[in-house]
Nanobody, 121 residues
Framework: QVQLVESGGGLVQPGGSLRLSCAAS????????MAWYRQAPGKERELVAV???????NYADSVKGRFTISRDNAKKTVYLQMNSLNPEDTAIYHC???????????????WGQGTQVTVSS
C-alpha cells in the first residue's frame, strides 16, 4: 500500500508565500510523474503543476512565474513553492503520483488527502 501525505498549507496574506510538501511511503519501486492539483469551492479540480522523471515541468497558465514544482527522488517527495499568492489561489491542494510497487506491477495513481491553502487579508 502506498500513502501520500501533504503538509505546508495554511493561511497567508495576499503577496505571501507557502511551500507545500508531499511525501510518499509504502511499497514503492519507482515513481514516475508527480503533480499538484487544486480544488476551490464550487469549482472542478484543476492541474496546477506536474514534473516528470527528468524534471521537465508544466504549469497551469494561472500560476506560471509564481509557482515552482520540484522533486527529491531519494525522499520520494514533491514540493510546490508558491509565491505572490492571491485570493484566487485559495483551494485544497492535492498531490498525485504514479507509483510502481514492483518491476512487474502496473503503475497506479495515488492521491494525497489534501492540504488547505487560504489566501486572505
Amino acid at each position: 500500500q502506498v500513502q501520500l501525505v501533504e503538509s505546508g498549507g495554511g493561511l497567508v496574506q495576499p503577496g505571501g508565500s507557502l511551500r507545500l510538501s508531499c511525501a510518499a511511503s509504502g511499497s514503492i519501486f519507482r515513481i514516475n510523474d508527480m503533480a499538484w492539483y487544486r480544488q476551490a469551492p464550487g469549482k472542478e479540480r484543476e492541474l496546477v503543476a506536474v514534473i516528470d522523471t527528468v524534471t521537465s515541468t508544466n504549469y497551469a497558465d494561472s500560476v506560471k512565474g509564481r509557482f515552482t514544482i520540484s522533486r527529491d527522488n531519494a525522499k520520494k517527495t514533491v514540493y510546490l513553492q508558491m509565491n505572490s499568492l492571491n485570493p484566487e489561489d485559495t483551494a485544497i491542494y492535492h498531490c498525485n503520483m504514479r507509483v510502481w510497487a514492483s518491476p512487474l506491477a502496473s503503475g497506479l495513481i495515488y492521491w494525497g488527502q489534501g492540504t488547505q491553502v487560504t489566501v486572505s487579508s
